[in-house]
Every structure is written in structure tokens, then in C-alpha cells.
């Protein structure tokens, strides 16, 4: 019996709350899934939230982090179509989700099938040299889109591009980012680029000057500081002849939904996207009476919204500002996250694309 080949990952330890690098046994694909060599993975808040706790371990066994990722195909199961060995593919955390039941179609965490186990969290994730993938979660990338730079797009990037299309409005129309800055940065900054490339004008709003200038270097038509500029929401009135068609609220702090209805026009679109530790009230009488209309968005995908969204990212030339770590720098780039000085950058293990390849099954 041939020796079993063995990978690196950076793997969370729920007894004593640690993330190591461990050796693992390289996975093998299932005949719908895809063995993949990892091009890219990125961190994310959700990642942090596992580790400090805030999202409870499934079971004390160590566990591979990270849910965002892009690579490339080594191998692929008999019954899975569209895909090659040699592919460059990115894909979402819903591993075995149907797609299809009534769950699915509003987000993946409410499949019916009681197959869907989320990568990263309850089942090994991306932090490793190979990783295994469900069919009906990936995508092939366009052509000229660079998968080192490419794996924020299935997590961030996909909540960005839905909290834009969520917002439910035509080219000249304006749309208030609210909330540029903090762990959520890379959405709405991303945000702001998907709604310039679809011709909207946007306000961004934020408590911080550097995170305002990283906004207008993204292209937002006027910037507003809501801390030191008390008459900030006159102001927004007055630029937008009356108030925003839509707010979408990357702020994950109650404040921010606050200000929302205060900067929208009647009829207004409100988007939900930050979630705050603690509730957030908005008025009864003014939603049924139409003032303004809420939406959500989050990082849902099915796989031609998926498609639809690195197609859209890839025509624009919209990229993710990106700064590289060794997989082994995995609790450098943890702790940089933690104190929320990623300077506008997605914090990203580029992996070496060499390692072991499996003929096809």
C-alpha cells in the first residue's frame, strides 16, 4: 500500500483556542467534487470570529481555517462536468448545499438537505496546500483575472457586489456607502468600485479620514465624515436634491443604521448588509408607510450569481488590494486583522504551486 501524501494547513485547535500548522493527509475527491492545488487564500472576519470564539467550534478536533480561496484543478470526480484539470476556479464555503430547495434560495445556511456543511467552520477549509470542492460551488475564473488576487471575491467581494444590486436603482442615481472602514473595509470599499462601474454616484460616509480618502481614491463622489461634521446629513440632502435612492449599510454598528433612513429619499432603498452585536431599531410607521423600503445582502451566491460577479469584477479591472503572507505567518496575519491595520489590503497566503498531482479518477 502506497505511503498516504501529506499537506501543510493551518488548523484552529478548539481545547486551547490556538491555530498551528499541521501535517494532514492531502484529501481525495468524492466522483462530484474537485481536488484542487490552492492558488490563494484570504482571511476574513467570519475567520476571526472563529477563533476568538464568537462562533462556537462544531467539535474539539483541530479544523483548517479559511473561506476564501481560489486554485487549481488537480483532479476531478467521474460525475463532474465543466471542469479540467489545470482550471483556475474559485468557489463558495457551501459544501453539498443543493441549491435548489426553497432555503437555498435565500441563503446557503438554510439548505433542507442536511448535506451543507460550511468549509472553514465545520469542515476543513482553505488555509492548506489542496483542498477538496463541491462542484456546484465553483465557478471557472475569466481569463485575465489573476487567481492570486482573485480569492476575495467569494466572500467579500460577492457580499459587495449583492449589496450593490440590492440597492435596486438606475446609472445617475445616488447610493450612500455607509461604513468604509474597520474589519468589513475590503466589501465596502469594493462596494464603492461596483457602483461607480455601474454608473451610480456614491456618498460614502465614515468616522475616519484615512478610510474616506481610500474612498474617493475609489471613486466616491463625495465623502462625509459623520463624526467631526455635524451638519453632514444637510449636506447629503442637499448634493442629492433631496436625499440618496438608496443607503446599504457596511457599518456593523447600530449608528449606522441610524443615520440610513436619515439620508434616503422618499421611497428610498434601504440594504442591510453589517451586523451589529446588538439589535437595530427602525420605524414601523415609516416602512409601512412607504417612506423607505429595506433590502438585504450577504455573501449568498448561486452559481451564476457567482459567474455573473467575477465576470462583472473582471470586465470592470476591479481588483483587491492584496498583501501576501507564507501559510506559516498564518497568526501574523490573524493578529494584523485583530487590530484592524490591514491598511486597505486583504491579507492573503499565496501558496506555491507545486506539490503532488493526482491522475484523474
Request: charge should be neutral.
Amino acid at each position: 500500500m502506497a505511503p498516504t501524501k501529506m499537506m501543510k494547513a493551518a488548523q484552529y485547535h478548539p481545547t486551547d483556542k490556538k491555530v498551528r500548522i499541521n501535517e494532514i493527509p492531502i484529501p481525495q475527491p468524492a466522483e462530484d467534487e474537485i481536488l484542487i492545488k490552492t492558488v490563494a487564500a484570504s482571511i476574513c472576519h467570519s475567520d476571526l470570529m472563529l477563533v476568538d470564539g464568537q462562533i462556537p467550534a462544531s467539535s474539539d478536533a483541530p479544523i483548517t481555517i479559511g473561506h476564501e480561496a481560489t486554485g487549481r484543478v488537480v483532479s476531478v470526480g467521474r460525475q463532474v462536468k465543466g471542469f479540467k484539470k489545470g482550471d483556475n476556479i474559485g468557489f463558495i464555503n457551501a459544501y453539498h448545499a443543493c441549491f435548489e430547495c426553497e432555503g437555498c434560495q435565500q441563503h446557503y445556511t438554510n439548505c433542507s438537505s442536511g448535506r451543507m456543511t460550511m468549509q472553514g467552520f465545520t469542515v476543513d477549509g482553505y488555509f492548506q496546500e489542496y483542498c477538496i470542492i463541491d462542484q456546484r460551488t465553483a465557478i471557472v475564473l475569466p481569463k485575465n483575472m489573476d487567481p492570486a488576487v482573485a480569492s476575495p471575491i467569494f466572500c467579500a467581494g460577492i457580499t459587495a457586489y449583492q449589496g450593490v444590486l440590492a440597492a435596486r436603482i438606475k446609472p445617475g442615481q445616488s447610493l450612500a456607502v455607509i461604513g468604509c472602514g474597520g474589519l468589513g473595509q475590503l466589501a465596502s470599499i469594493k462596494a464603492i468600485r461596483y457602483a461607480k462601474a455601474k454608473g451610480y454616484k456614491v456618498i460614502a460616509i465614515d468616522i475616519d479620514e484615512a478610510t474616506l480618502q481610500m474612498a474617493r481614491e475609489s471613486g466616491a463622489n463625495y465623502t462625509f465624515n459623520s463624526r467631526s461634521n455635524k451638519l453632514y446629513i444637510d449636506e447629503i440632502l442637499k448634493v442629492t436634491s433631496g436625499g440618496c435612492e438608496a443607503a446599504a449599510v457596511f457599518a456593523a454598528a447600530k449608528a449606522g443604521y441610524d443615520t440610513a433612513p436619515k439620508v434616503l429619499r422618499v421611497g428610498g432603498h434601504l440594504v442591510c448588509v453589517g451586523i451589529p452585536p446588538v439589535d437595530i431599531t427602525l420605524s414601523a410607521f415609516d416602512i409601512t408607510m412607504k417612506k423607505y423600503h429595506v433590502f438585504a445582502a450577504n455573501n449568498h451566491a448561486l452559481p451564476r450569481e457567482l459567474r455573473e460577479c467575477a465576470e462583472f469584477t473582471s470586465a470592470n479591472g476591479i481588483s483587491s488590494p492584496s498583501k501576501f503572507f507564507k501559510l506559516e505567518q498564518i497568526n501574523e496575519m490573524i493578529q494584523t486583522m485583530a487590530k484592524e491595520k490591514m491598511g486597505g489590503s486583504r491579507l492573503v497566503v499565496r501558496f506555491e504551486d507545486e506539490g503532488p498531482e493526482a491522475a484523474r479518477l
